[in-house]
């Protein structure tokens, strides 16, 4: 736990003279003021967060943090366990909608194995996208009793933030985090719930496609697993180890450590958002480093945008996960930059100024 307080204590506030700054640059460009609306708010929001006053993209990374559930068990998930390591080696292999996605934008995907129920074999070496920071092999069935101990979810947590400094050593300039793992939704779901107080048939979707039937056992299993467990929506870390993930708790820790080490984190859906949601239940001032990249159509994730007070920078009715909305915010984010930096003003181009 001293680790995670130890990078709380350097999350600061934005920049707010370079904000302004920005903000007269913005103003000075060949355009009327604000027309390029959130365009200018992103570019604004990422000097102040990087304390640069003319921040570049070079090195951007997306982060796909894999674990599997317990709960599982309860049959929430249309699709079979096995699936979490079966997309792990189509991660390494470049093959899913992430790499595909993020190869469009000139982001590295790191693959990282923070909970998988087997052991993933990378056996071509040569391979350096893929992280072990496994905390263990899968959580317990959270029905049943905790998802997981209290030390687990804080080294799940310190995990996220270990994987995200290391890599920042070899250049991040802004952070996608992105997930897999076959249930997921039901714990991230459960989080919001635990957290809000929001009934748990407004905070659940249907994941993977379920079918109505399989619906409303998954409402029935997280009521069930809140019940038995009781997470204390005072303590964060209760909330993670009774009824979240080690994904989760990693996705936690690498918004912790973006925000502390001032680069921009981009989250993805539902899960991605749950595990933001405890770093900013943990350390509300992490907010400002973050962007939501789109609205997912799992019903919880707007209730975490509201609770954390974003909005998402696109809709386009999304679900997969895996940091596939948070590529695309990137290349939004990364679009309001080049305004910030490439457009010319007023005067350098020789405009003329509206009348006042």
């Known amino acids: 736990m001293d680790k995670i307080k130890r990078v709380i204590s350097r999350i600061k506030p934005l920049d707010s003279k370079l904000m302004n700054e920005a903000q007269r640059r913005l103003d000075s460009l060949t355009k009327p003021r604000g027309s390029l609306g959130r365009l200018e708010e992103f570019a604004k ?29 309860e049959g929430v998930s249309a699709f079979p366990q096995e699936v979490t390591p079966q997309m792990v080696y189509n991660f390494l292999g470049g093959g899913a909608g992430i790499n595909v996605l993020a190869k469009h934008i000139g982001a590295k995907v790191l693959v990282v194995d923070m909970g998988v129920a087997g052991k993933i074999k990378n056996q071509k070496s040569k391979i350096k996208n893929f992280i072990d920071k496994k905390v263990g092999f899968g959580t317990k069935n959270m029905t049943k009793g905790s998802a997981m101990t209290r030390a687990d979810a804080i080294k799940s947590i310190e995990n996220g933030i270990e994987v995200f400094m290391e890599s920042k050593k070899h250049g991040i300039d802004i952070l996608g985090t992105g997930d897999m793992g076959i249930g997921n939704t039901t714990p991230s779901s459960a989080v919001i719930a635990a957290f809000s107080g929001i009934e748990v048939e407004k905070v659940t979707g249907r994941g993977t496609g379920i079918s109505d039937e399989a619906f409303k056992n998954k409402v029935k299993v997280i009521k069930k697993a809140l019940n038995i467990n009781k997470p204390d929506s005072k303590d964060p870390i209760d909330v993670l180890a009774k009824v979240g993930g080690f994904e989760i708790g990693g996705l936690c820790g690498c918004v912790l450590g973006a925000a502390a080490e001032n680069t921009p984190v981009v989250i993805d859906g539902l899960i991605s958002t749950a595990g933001a949601l405890i770093a900013y239940e943990l350390c509300p001032q992490v907010r400002d480093y973050i962007f939501a990249a789109h609205k997912s159509v799992e019903a919880g994730h707007q209730y975490m945008l509201d609770r954390m007070n974003l909005v998402p920078i696109l809709d386009l009715s999304m679900r997969l996960g895996e940091g596939t909305g948070a590529a695309l915010g990137i290349s939004i984010i990364e679009a309001g930059i080049k305004i910030l930096n490439e457009m010319s003003t007023f005067e350098g181009a020789g405009v003329s100024e509206e009348v006042k």
Do not use: S, W, Y
Not at 52 to 67: H, Q, Y
């Open 45 to 73: 929001q990422v000097v102040g967060i990087t304390g640069n006053l003319k921040p570049e993209f070079r090195d951007k990374a997306i982060f796909t943090m894999v674990a599997d559930h317990g709960v599982v068990e």
